[in-house]
């Protein structure tokens, strides 16, 4: 059970550093907060998912891509061509997609509060009960919690805010733009696919082939870093869990190509 002792002692008093018993530094409460909150919203906007997801892509689908050519081939050209192939295709699929997930998110929350203003003019205590309800389930007390939803007026902006993220999880300020989304992922994944493929425009057979590996890998090393730290977890757990995909999906795809070749052939 948490000391509440300690808890008390972590709490800084009006907006002054503080120390923690842990850490005996002084602590810039309004500067953590701040970090804090640009981390979760960087999260529930889905920068930091699409930030990932886009370069991680870009990375693995066009390694795989080189690699099964290279098995299969041995023609640099054959390798440039497919690469940008996939590059090109792969951007475009990553930025529709994105458009479509995030313009399909926006349109079902507007159709969420457009019942939710409904409810709110036809049967407001209803809307009050289950906002009641809800924050008792977050652990207010009974009585805090129905004068909470009793002193919010119906007729403000900030009430229907204010319930959606209590009754339905969906705050309207960090659904993210479907513009945004489209364009950033086409981007990242762009700078994702480049990375393997780059070294065939300067040079070709087992050079490229390292190059483009270990550049690969590093990037992955880094991405998987990145999302460790962001996600305070051990940095090289994420690092070298993120090598380990990429290496696995390589050897498969490599293998398959040499498949291929040889029955070609």
């Known amino acids: 059970m948490t000391d509440p002792t300690r808890i008390v002692g972590l709490i800084p008093s009006a907006g002054l550093p503080y120390t923690t018993r842990a850490d005996p530094r002084p602590v810039d409460a309004a500067a953590d907060a701040a970090e804090l909150r640009a981390r979760a919203s960087a999260v529930n906007r889905?920068?930091?998912?699409?930030?990932?997801?886009?370069?991680?892509?870009?990375l693995v689908t066009n390694v795989c891509l080189i690699l099964a050519v290279v098995g299969a081939s041995s023609e640099p050209s054959a390798v440039r061509i497919a690469g940008l192939a996939s590059l090109i295709a792969g951007a475009f699929s990553m930025a529709a997609g994105e458009w479509i997930s995030v313009r399909s998110q926006l349109?079902?929350?507007?159709?969420?509060?457009?019942?939710?203003?409904?409810?709110?003019?036809?049967?407001?205590?209803?809307?009050l009960d289950e906002l009641a309800g809800a924050l008792m389930e977050q652990g207010l007390a009974t009585d805090t919690s129905h004068r909470v939803a009793a002193e919010l007026p119906l007729d403000e902006e900030h009430f229907i805010e204010f319930s959606s993220r209590n009754l339905f999880g969906v705050d309207p300020g960090e659904l993210g733009s479907p513009w945004v989304s489209a364009v950033?992922?086409?981007?990242?994944?762009?700078?994702?696919?480049?990375?393997?493929?780059?070294?065939?425009?300067?040079?070709?057979?087992?050079?490229?082939?390292?190059?483009s590996?270990?550049?690969?890998?590093?990037?992955?090393?880094?991405?998987?870093?990145?999302?460790?730290?962001?996600?305070?977890?051990?940095?090289?757990?994420?690092?070298?869990?993120?090598?380990?995909?990429?290496?696995?999906?390589?050897?498969?795809?490599?293998?398959?190509?040499e498949l291929f070749g040889t029955a070609i052939s």
């Open 213 to 257: 590996v270990v550049a690969t890998a590093v990037a992955s090393i880094f991405v998987g870093g990145w999302v460790a730290r962001t996600a305070s977890r051990p940095v090289w757990t994420g690092a070298l869990r993120q090598l380990a995909i990429v290496v696995a999906a390589s050897a498969v795809t490599y293998g398959i190509g």
């Open 107 to 127: 349109e079902l929350y507007q159709g969420v509060v457009a019942e939710l203003r409904r409810l709110t003019a036809r049967n407001p205590r209803l809307i």
């Open 46 to 58: 889905g920068a930091a998912r699409a930030a990932v997801l886009g370069i991680n892509d870009g």
């Open 184 to 211: 950033s992922s086409f981007g990242l994944f762009t700078v994702g696919a480049i990375v393997p493929l780059s070294p065939w425009f300067f040079t070709e057979g087992a050079t490229a082939v390292t190059v």
